[in-house]
C-alpha cells in the first residue's frame, strides 16, 4: 500500500483547471461580498436627507454591518474548522445577499440597520473560509498570488458599487443599488456542485472517496489508487480547541500582535472607505466626483494587491507588509492638503494599494502562520478582532464631521492607525508560526 503526502500532493500540483474555477468562483463571491458592505457608502448622503439623521447616526448604522461583520467572522470561522468550510461558506452568501436585497424595502434607518447587521454577519462569515480554501488548495509557490488576486476581487466589488452609485441613483432612486445584491445566489448551485472542504478535513473525517477525487484535480501528475494511504505532515496539530491553539506553541504574542494590526488597519480603511465620498463632497467637489474618489481609490487597491502579492512570494510578507503600512500613513496624511485633481487622484490610488492592498496581503499572512485545521478559527478572529477597528472606524468618521475639523486634521486622524498596524506587524515573531516550519520559509519571512 503506497501512502500520499496531501500536503505535499497540494504544495508540489501545478496551476491548472481546478484552480482557475476555484480562482473564479471565489472572486466572484468576494466582489459581491465588498459590494453589499461599501455600496452604503454611496447613498449615505441621501439616507441622510431623505431620513434626516446625523453624520453621527449615519456612521453608526454603517458600523452595524461591521459589528455583524466582526460576529460572522468569528463564530463561522470557528465552525468551519469544527464541520468543514463548504457549508459554512455556502450559509454566509445565503445571509449577506438575502438581507443586502432586503435594505432596498427598508421603510426607515432602524429597519434598515437590522438587515444590514445580518447582512454582515453573512459578509464576515465569507473571508475567512475563502482565503482558508485557497491556501488549502494552492500550490506553495502560488500562495500569496492566489490570495492577492482573489482579495483584489474586493477592490472591483467596490469599483461596482461606486459606478452603480453613479449611474443607477439618479436614474431609479438609491433603492436600485441594492437589487444588485440578490445575484450571488446564483452561484450557490456551483458552490454545492464544486467546492470541497479542505485535504486535512476530508482525511481526518474520513472522507477519503472525495480527497481522492479532489487530489487527483489538484495535482493531476501525481499517482493515486483505491489503495492509497493518505497522511499529512503539516506540523503537530493543537488538539482540542481551535481558539485556544491560537495562544499554545509561543504563539501568543504573534496572535495579539496581528490582532492590534488588524484592528487598526480595518479602523482606518473602514472608516475612510464609508466617509470619503462625504469627505470629499464636504470639502466642494460634486457627489459624482467624490464617488470617483472610491473608485480610484479600489482601483489603487486592486493594483497594489496584486503587485504586493507577487513581492510577497518573492521577498516575503511580513517585509513587504511594514513598509506598506508606513506608506499608507503617508499617503493619507498628504490627502488633507489642497492639491490639484492629478495629484488628489494620485494619493488616493496610492492610500488604495497601501492600505486595501497591504490589509489583503495580511490575510495570506495568517492564512499561512497557522496550521490547517485551525486556519479558519485564525483568521476569522484576525478578521473579527479587526472588525472591531471597523465598527469603530465608521462612527470615528462620524464624530470627526460632526466636529468640523479641518481636511488636515481629519486625515491625519485615520493615518496614525496605519503607523500603529506597521508596528504591530514587526513584532510578530515568525520562528514561532505553523509549528516553527515557516523559519526558512521566505513566503510568509
Known sequence: MSKINITDVVNEGKFNRFHVGLLICCCLIIVFDMFDLVIYGSVIPILMKEWSISPVQAGAIGSYGFFGMMLGAIFFGVLADKFGRKNILILSVVLFSIFTFLCAFAPG???????????????????????????????KHLHNTMVSIVMSAFSVGGILAGLIGIYFIPLMGWTSVYWVAAIPLLLIPFMV???????????VKGRTKELHFVLS??????????????????GKEDPGSPVLALFRNNRALGTLMIWIAFF????????????????????????????????VLNVGAIIGTLVLGGLADKFGVKKVLVPMFIMSAVS????????????????????GACTMGAQNISYSFVSQYYP????????GFASGIGRIGGIIGPIFGGILVSLNLSAQMNFL??????????????????????????????NIA
Open 264 to 295: 487598526m488597519c480595518l479602523l482606518m480603511i473602514n472608516g475612510v472607505s464609508t466617509w470619503l465620498p462625504n469627505l470629499m463632497f464636504s470639502a466642494g467637489y460634486p457627489l459624482g466626483s467624490s464617488l470617483s474618489f472610491m473608485i
Open 109 to 139: 434607518p432602524t429597519s434598515f440597520s437590522f438587515f444590514r447587521f445580518i447582512a454582515g454577519v453573512g459578509i464576515g462569515g465569507v473571508l475567512p473560509n475563502v482565503i482558508a480554501l485557497l491556501t488549502d488548495y494552492s500550490p
Open 193 to 203: 456542485r464544486y467546492f470541497h472542504d479542505s485535504p486535512a478535513m476530508l482525511l
Open 413 to 442: 486622524s485615520f493615518a496614525i492607525p496605519g503607523i500603529i498596524a506597521a508596528l504591530a506587524f514587526s513584532f510578530v515573531p515568525l520562528k514561532y508560526g505553523n509549528n516553527k516550519k515557516i523559519v526558512n520559509d521566505k
Open 217 to 234: 484535480k489538484v495535482n493531476d501528475k501525481v499517482s493515486l489508487t483505491t489503495d492509497t494511504e493518505f497522511v499529512t505532515t503539516t
Open 372 to 379: 490547517s485545521l485551525m486556519r479558519s478559527t485564525a483568521i
Open 332 to 351: 493619507l496624511t498628504l490627502l488633507g492638503f489642497k492639491n490639484n485633481m492629478v495629484i488628489l487622484y494620485l494619493l488616493v490610488f496610492i492610500t
